[in-house]
């Protein structure tokens, strides 16, 4: 059995897609927020986290209903065609409203705009699960985390080309003391990546028939589902694996906190602290992801050698380090330099050694057809801290200091630490493969 890379890569650009409006909402959203209407950073983190709240609702809702659609077109690809194509219209309607309210500011169009946020986000939100859960309904569950590998680097691919596409177009000598800067062409570009996936995507993968014969491979490996019956004809998980599960989404939170805190808010705390613009800060960003694309390969090398468990606890610690010296870096130095790029670069590094392992470790511990509710408790944790991190840390910078920021961060990712020093399953047996194919075991059981 072989993973088909071609097929993985091309149901992966869904997720690209949504990477790359996700890395523009979290660059330019707080930008637009605090400097365009001059919302109080606590409200603005508000806002910022709606996103995350929808998605506590959303997210499970479209998944399950995604399940029971049965269309000519598959379960997924009707909510992945359709929900781009709201995105795309809504998204293109934003920066008309913030260049109209810098012209001639107006209650009218501060409430338009964030209606019009809002139904993006929703938008968004029917989507998200039925494409993520497009990649397991057509690959077998032994290759799935070989292929989430692959979902993850084209999910950093379309990350890194909005932030190339960004920097070029914003960067510090043409935005440095502009009192408004115009962000539309930028929206036009990201709404015509994310519907060239999509469209792309439409043509080249027929779900119907490959999700078929997966069921059909599937249902001659009975081996693959690791639950328990209890008795009665259901599937369980028995109880120290369930504790395991709720140790893992425990930590999953905590270093949600901690990141996402700082992808949201570090275009505004340059901007603060250090005086620099859009295209210093995606600069920095763009390192990170970088660093993260060409780590995804040897990370899978590393866990297989030590254990995921263990690849995890390294990136935590790395990453802890990292936003450590993020705080140093920015607090002593009024501008970018180069000892932040190979920081941030650890910071992606650092990540891919933390998110390649712990979706798989979830959906390890779940029979075949639970992957989708199991999918759903992985965002339903990372989601549910990206809803209090925006907030907490926009108070905190605002009601104690700015520098809290790294400190801050660095903290909630320590602490995830010690929560997962108590998953005991979940984990690979060590095997030493190369290349794409150290992926290919993460769905082994070690118990």
Known sequence: MKLNNRRTVLVGLAFLSICAFWQMYDNVIPLVLTKTFHLHETFSGAIMAADNILALFLLPFFGTLSDRT????????????GGTAAAVILLNILPVLDNSYYKAASTGKMVAFVVILALLLVAMGTYRSPAVALMPDVTPKPLRSRANAIINLMGAVGGIIYLAIAAVMYPNSKVLGQEHVNYGPLFVIVSLIMAAAVLILLITIKEPKLAEENRKLEAEHPEWNLAEDDGSGNEVLPPEVKKSLGFLLASIALWFIGYNGITT??????DKV???GLGGASTCLL??????IISYIPIGSIAHKIGRKKTIQIGIILL???????FFLTTAFSSINAIMFVVFALVGFAWAAINVNS??????????SDIGKFTGYYYTASMAAQVVTPILAGFLMRNVSYKVLFPYAAIFVLLSFVTMTMVKHGDAAPEVKHGLEAFEDMDDLNE
Do not use: D, H, S
Request: proline letters at 5%.
């Open 265 to 270: 808010w570090f275009t505004t705390y340059v």
């Open 359 to 368: 979706l798989p470790m979830v959906v390890e511990m779940c029979r075949g």
């Open 287 to 292: 390192i990170a992801t970088g660093g993260a």
């Open 320 to 326: 802890a380090a990292c936003f450590a010296a993020g």
């Open 274 to 276: 250090m005086g620099q």
């Open 70 to 81: 049965n269309t000519k077109l598959g379960k997924r690809t009707p909510y992945i065609i």
